[in-house]
């Protein structure tokens, strides 16, 4: 099954597989490996520096978990054999960081405003040590909402409060970031190939179909649409990183092809 994927590229796909199975196990024994690996905003209480590096070995599905793969064994065992192991892992390990800068990086920001808007230090210091004493559990929920009738907060703030209680339980997981930094390296190497689509079964150029997908990234990355949980901004942080990197690449002349 995996004979024909070279190495990095089979090596990746085979640890993500392995880490989705026993999230999938380990999450029947009460144990919740993604909100331990997910990567939170920068300046929430769930955050930790390890959680940058291990992000993008986790899945939230098995849709979600296919997709990445596929595109990953499509993409990345060309592109591997193309550069190199080094490189190839260069650019798909810069690519996710990208991708986590980019979208905790505006989150941070957002985090100030919505801190602002708070406006009580001790409220926020009282949220953030419930949080790190129950992480994303129920229990943490109805201790914070007890907490918040103790302190008889205003209407402004709990509107505030829950802004500030979704961006902190937030967690992002996927390799996307990293795949989109790949597609887009592709995109810029080989334009004009034609790829396959499935639905409908057409064939369309590289730089059409993936730079369709990163401008419809964009697009939304500035919507705020009730029930999406997809990390926008992660995806073209992703591509964008991947994109300078081979950019540079060529402008030393190193083209690998």
């Known amino acids: ?13 085979l640890l993500n597989i392995v880490l989705f199975i026993l999230t999938f196990f380990l999450q029947q024994k009460g144990i919740m490996l993604d909100n331990l690996l997910a990567a939170h905003y920068i300046g929430t209480p769930l955050f930790q520096p390890y959680q ?8 939230g599905g098995f849709f979600h978990i296919f997709m990445n793969m596929f595109i990953l064994i499509t993409f990345g065992s060309f592109l591997e054999r193309l550069w190199g192991a080094k490189r190839y892992f260069m650019l798909y ?4 960081l990208g991708a986590y800068l980019l979208y905790s990086g505006v989150g941070f920001f957002q985090l100030i405003e919505i801190k602002k808007a708070i406006g009580d230090q001790h409220i926020i210091a009282g949220i953030n040590g419930l949080l790190k004493e129950y992480g994303r559990t129920d229990e943490a929920l109805a201790q914070i909402n007890h907490f918040m009738y103790n302190k ?15 961006k902190s339980l937030s967690g992002m997981v996927g390799a996307s970031g990293a795949i989109f930094g790949i597609m887009a390296a592709f995109a810029i190497l080989f334009p004009n190939t034609e790829l396959m689509l499935l639905f409908p079964p057409i064939p ?3 730089k059409y179909l993936i730079g369709g997908y990163f401008a419809f990234e964009v697009y939304n990355s500035f919507q705020n649409t009730v029930g999406d949980n997809i990390a926008h901004l992660a995806h073209v942080g992703g ?3 991947g994109a300078v990197i081979v950019l540079i690449w060529r402008k030393k002349g190193q083209n690998f092809y």
Not at 152 to 166: E, K, P, R
């Open 204 to 206: 369309i150029k590289a």
């Open 52 to 59: 940058i590096a291990t992000y993008f070995f986790m899945h």
């Open 93 to 96: 390990v810069a690519s996710a």
């Open 152 to 166: 008889q907060v205003s209407g402004i703030q709990i509107q505030a409060i829950q802004a500030y209680l979704d």
């Open 1 to 13: 099954m995996f004979g024909n994927i070279a190495p990095v590229t089979k090596n990746l796909v």
């Open 239 to 241: 591509a964008i990183v």
